[in-house]
């Protein structure tokens, strides 16, 4: 388990750099990851506006930042699509199965056995707390789907 602390370090480091740090970060990411990053920008996610893109990418570097740090900077394993599209299809099938259209309670059923539940944390909290409204209610759900997905397959 990557515990809220590693969690919370990797979110302010990442936080507190400087654009070009930040591109450095997210190229080291696109040569390690190239599926992965492909994902997160995939016609899938169209949807989504720049900014909650941003958002996404933000929290996958926090959660591979966070990895990082808990295996002594041991890059996570490679993902292939087949491994994304079959972790990505039963994230959804659980939030579909759920009728109640209330974003937290739709989420706590990922919650029930997990043993990454700081990190499943940090994205809700991303994604419900959202005083400047940057993530549209209808974005939320895929946001959460795309980086639980990435913690499910790195995790």
């Known amino acids: 388990m990557i515990p809220e ?4 370090a990797a979110a302010e480091s990442l936080g507190s750099q400087n654009e070009a740090g930040y591109e450095k970060y997210i190229l080291e990411f696109k040569k ?4 992965v990053l ?4 995939s016609d899938n996610l169209k949807l989504l506006t720049d900014e909650e893109r941003n958002l996404l990418l933000y929290i996958v570097m ?6 990082l740090k808990v295996n002594d900077g041991q890059e996570p394993r490679a993902i292939n699509v087949d491994d994304i599209s079959e972790a990505e299809e039963k994230n959804w099938s659980k939030i579909e199965d759920i009728s109640n259209s209330d974003f937290r309670t739709k989420l706590d059923l990922f919650f029930e056995n997990t043993p990454q539940e700081d990190l499943l944390a940090f ?4 994604l419900s707390d959202d005083e ?5 209610k ?7 789907i795309t980086a639980k997905t990435i913690v499910d397959l790195w995790c």
């Open 123 to 126: 994205i809700e909290d991303w």
């Open 32 to 35: 390690k990851q190239p599926i």
């Open 5 to 8: 602390k590693i969690i919370e």
């Open 132 to 136: 400047e409204e940057i993530v549209t």
């Open 62 to 67: 926090v959660i591979r930042k966070s990895y």
């Open 138 to 144: 209808a974005a939320r759900e895929y946001i959460f």
């Open 38 to 41: 492909g994902y997160l920008f």
